[in-house]
C-alpha cells in the first residue's frame, strides 16, 4: 500500500538513493537479483510497493517464507554429487517412509545458491580455498548473503583424474596435460571438483584452452568416468570411487573435505536431524567400507573455519 502523498513509481535515481547505491548498480540489481522494474517509453520505473517488498524479503529474490517450498516432511539436499551422499539419501527413505528426501546435483556453489535462496534445507559442498588453506568458508562469506550456515563435516574424499584402465597414456599428473596430445572431459564450472581442477591447472602454468575437450562439460562424476570407459576421453577429473566401480585407473592428487551446509533457522527441522543422525549409524560407515575413497574420521562433526 502506498501512503498518500508518495510516488506510485520511483526513477532509476530514486532508486538508487533508497538503496545508497550508485544508480548503475541499479541495473545489475534487475539483471541479477530480479529488482521489480518495468521500462516505459525507454526508461526504467520502479512500482515503490514491489520495490519495498523486494528490500524486506533480504534483497536477494528470496522465495517469501510460507511459501510451501519446503514442506515440513520434505528434505531438499542441494549442492555436489557424490555416490555416498546418493546412497545415504536412499536409506533415508527406506527408514523415514512418511518423510520423502530428494538431492539436486547443482554443483557445489549452485548448492551455496540454493541454501541462500532458501530452496534446500542442506547444502553440499566441497570447494577448496585458493591459497588451499581450507575448505568452503571463504566461498560462504562471498557467496551468501545472510549469515552463516551450520557446517557439518560429511566426509573426506580423494580426488584425482579418471584414466582408462592399465593406464595406457601414462598419465601421471596434471603436467601429463601439457602438449594438446591427449583429449579430457571436464565437469561444469560451479562444481568443487572444477575449482580443484582449475586450480591445479594454475599451479602448473597450464590453460584449460590448450587441452583438448577441456569445454565438454558433464553433470556428475560417473558421466565422465563413463566418458572414459568408452574412449570418447583420455582422462577426467573425479573420484576414486567411480573409477574403482567402472574399473578405471585413478591418479591422485588430493584427499578433500566434503561438507554439509545448514542454515541455523532449519538445523533443528526434524528431517535435517534424522538425516544427520543417520552419519552416526554403523549401516552408514558399512556403506561406505563398500566404497574405495572415502574417510569418515569426521564425519558428523561441525567444523569451523580453523579445522583444516
Known sequence: MVAEGEKVFLSTREVAELLDVNEKVVYTLIAEKGLPATKVTGKWLFPRHLVTAWIETSVQNRPLEGAGVLDENLLVIAGSNDPLLERLVSQYNAQFQETLAVFGSVGSLGGLRALDQGLCRIGCAHLMHSDESGYN?????????????????????????????????????????????????????????????????????????????????????????????????????????????????????????????????RFFDRPVQRFLGLLQEESFHEIARTLDGYDLKSSGKMVYPDSD
Not at 176 to 189: C, D, H, Q, T
Not at 194 to 204: M, S
Not at 215 to 231: F, I, N, P, R, W
Open 137 to 265: 568458508f571463504a566461498y560462504l562469506d562471498r557467496q551468501m548473503t545472510g549469515p552463516r550456515p551450520v557446517v557439518v563435516n560429511f566426509c573426506y574424499r580423494e580426488q584425482g583424474l579418471l584414466v582408462a584402465p592399465g593406464n595406457p597414456k601414462k598419465i601421471t599428473g596434471i603436467p601429463s596435460l601439457a602438449g594438446g596430445e591427449l583429449v579430457m572431459v571436464n565437469r561444469g564450472p560451479s562444481t568443487g571438483t572444477r575449482v580443484l581442477f582449475d586450480h591445479e591447472l594454475k599451479k602448473h602454468g597450464l590453460r584449460g584452452e590448450q587441452i583438448p575437450g577441456y569445454g565438454v562439460e558433464l553433470g556428475t562424476h560417473l558421466a565422465v568416468g563413463l566418458e572414459v570407459l568408452a574412449g570418447r576421453a583420455d582422462v577426467g577429473p573425479g573420484i576414486r570411487t567411480v573409477a574403482t566401480l567402472l574399473g578405471l585407473d585413478f591418479v591422485s592428487l588430493r584427499w578433500e573435505r566434503f561438507d554439509l551446509l545448514i542454515s541455523k533457522k
